[in-house]
């Protein structure tokens, strides 16, 4: 089992930057594909981006491609979102997702341990 906490959410203006941090407990991180999600207010779930364990593939919302990153540092047990140009529409309570599934990155359901979320504004 895995708990995950976000931090590195706030307020920034429009075409600003933030960087999500999500740390992982255990010792077992490296076995695990970790996603990010976002959730704007009343909506479902979405995908935003998703790396596999050694961090050797990298998966991204078409929305996002271009201006987020994802990375890892299995050392630290910490999943990293990188985001620029952030815009408005952007502002969602954000979720980083671990899976040991190796398919369906995209999916919700396919994540077993989900952390509490960040939360992002972005003012225009």
């Known amino acids: 089992q895995v708990q995950l906490v976000e931090s590195g959410g706030g307020l920034v203006q429009a075409g600003g930057s933030l960087r999500l941090s999500c740390e992982a407990s255990?010792?077992?991180?490296?076995?695990?594909?970790m996603g990010w999600f976002r959730q704007p207010p009343g909506k479902n779930r979405e995908f935003v981006a998703a790396?596999?364990?050694?961090?050797?593939?990298?998966y991204y919302a078409d929305s996002v491609k271009g201006r987020f990153t994802i990375s890892r540092d299995n050392a630290k047990n910490t999943v990293y979102l990188q985001m620029n140009s952030l815009e408005p529409e952007e502002t969602d309570v954000y979720f980083c997702?671990?899976?040991?599934?190796?398919?369906?990155?995209?999916?919700?359901?396919?994540?077993?341990?989900w952390g509490q979320g960040t939360q992002v504004t972005v003012s225009s």
């Open positions: 255990g010792r077992t991180f490296s076995s695990y594909n």
């Open positions: 997702a671990a899976t040991q599934r190796k398919y369906g990155f995209r999916e919700i359901q396919k994540y077993d341990y």
């Open positions: 790396i596999t364990k050694n961090g050797g593939s990298t």
